[in-house]
Every structure is written in C-alpha cells, then in structure tokens.
C-alpha cells in the first residue's frame, strides 16, 4: 500500500478495501452497533499508519481498548476523561504548529467509543467549567481555523450506531467503494 493508504478490508468480489488519506479525505469514520468490529478497525488503521511512520493520539475513554499503544513511543495514549480533554485542547496548538513545520509526521488522531466520549466530555465540562466560561463549550477561534493538509491531521473515529435513520443513510466517503 502507498503512504497514506490502510486497508480496511476485502470485499466480497476478493477486491481490496482501502482509505487514502492523501487522495480521498484525511478523515475516517467507523460507525457500528455494538460488537461490529469498530475498535478492531480503529486498532488496525492507526496500527498501520504507525508502521508507515505516523504518531498517533489514541484516545481510550473505556481505558482497556487501546492499551497496545501505550507504551509505543510515538503514541500519546490517553483514558480518563481529564486527559482527553486536556489532550484534545493541547491539539488545537499542536495543528497550529504543524502547520508551521516542514515534512511533520502525519498524526492519527484515534477517537473510540466517540459518543461515549462526547458524553463524558459534556458532564465532565458541567463539573469543572469556570464560573466566567460558557454553558457549553465554544470552540476558541484559533480552532477554527482550516488545517489545511499540509499539517498531514488525520482523524479517525469509533462510533456506536444507535437505530436512527441518519446514520443509517449516510455512507462513508473515506474508502473505496465494495
């Protein structure tokens, strides 16, 4: 596979299932029900842009999925919900000064259990937020502003489907299709 390319799969026909990070989108979403392989495929893909030289930030809010990245050198790996958010607004810096450096190593920013995650951010925040900060969270300025590929982010989610029909209409635009 070239750099910036994971396979995902086979499909059915014996053809090669793959996300290019590069060429297609610097973005992955894996969403299934519960026990449909989600955090294997999130296992796999950051694995493999790992071995392609990719650092990775593994966030773990169930804290057991992602210990084999632990204590890999080139992998921030964080569980507990105050880690995760410090992590995820040290991320907005961290961007910024990709985007300044030449020839970075791409970051795989490795999300599983992202609803779990968002809920536990959200009641994490009603606990700790300061009496001057917003309600809900607002993203600063700085955090809007575009990445662009140059700063090679790439992001790739672990979601659980719950039955609504948004999620089951939408189809992913980061893989070739079967």
């Not at 009603?126 to 969270?137: A, Y």
């Not at 989610?157 to 939408?170: G, H, Q, V």
Request: glycine content about 8%; proline content about 9%.
């Amino acid at each position: 596979m070239p750099e910036g390319t994971a396979l995902i799969g086979i499909s059915t026909t014996g053809r090669a299932i793959a996300v290019d990070l590069d060429g297609e989108s610097p973005h992955v979403l894996d969403c299934t029900a519960t026990g449909g392989g989600s955090t294997t495929v999130l296992r796999s893909l950051t694995a493999q842009f790992l071995h392609q030289g990719a650092h990775a930030l593994v966030l773990d809010v169930k804290r057991i999925f992602h210990l084999w990245a632990k204590a890999l050198p080139t992998v921030t790996h964080r569980g507990n919900t105050a880690g995760i958010h410090d992590a995820l607004v040290d991320l907005a810096d961290e961007v910024k000064r990709r985007n300044e450096l030449p020839d970075v190593p791409r970051l795989i920013v490795a999300i599983d259990s992202a609803n779990g995650t968002l809920h536990q951010l959200a009641r994490y925040w009603e606990v700790f937020r300061q009496q001057d900060d917003p309600r809900r969270p607002r993203p600063s300025p700085r955090s809007r502003r575009p990445s662009g590929r140059g700063a090679r982010p790439a992001s790739t989610s672990s979601w659980t489907a719950r039955p609504r029909p948004a999620f089951s209409e939408r189809r992913p635009t980061s893989c070739s299709p079967p």
